[in-house]
């Protein structure tokens, strides 16, 4: 169970450091969402929580592509920039998210 953990935290390191920016951005955008609808500008709040949906589909996306890039020979696999990468992946878990 120790190493189990220890894994855990190893990979939580790791794929911080490499998406940091999608999951930031994913943060932001959840934050302005709940600010706006606290300030009862449900226009603005319904776009920013539409954009967070994205944002945290590329999130979730970049560390599915940290956790499975070593098994794969595909360098077009890896995560873009900062996590910031919309592909084949990310538009899946965006559907599994809005159908859900």
Do not use: C, K, T
């Not at 944002?55 to 996590?83: H, Y």
């Amino acid at each position: 169970m120790l190493e189990g953990a220890r894994a855990a935290y190893g990979f939580a390191g790791r794929a911080f450091a490499r998406a940091a920016l999608a999951i930031g951005l994913a943060g932001l955008l959840a934050a302005g969402a709940a600010l706006a609808l606290v300030d009862r500008n449900f226009g603005r709040s319904a776009a920013l929580f539409a954009a967070y949906m994205l944002a945290a589909a590329m999130a979730r996306g970049a560390l599915f592509r940290i956790a499975f890039a070593a098994r794969r020979d595909d360098p077009g696999f890896a995560p873009g920039w900062g996590g910031l990468q919309w592909g084949r992946i990310e538009g899946h878990l965006l559907a599994v998210s809005l159908l859900r």
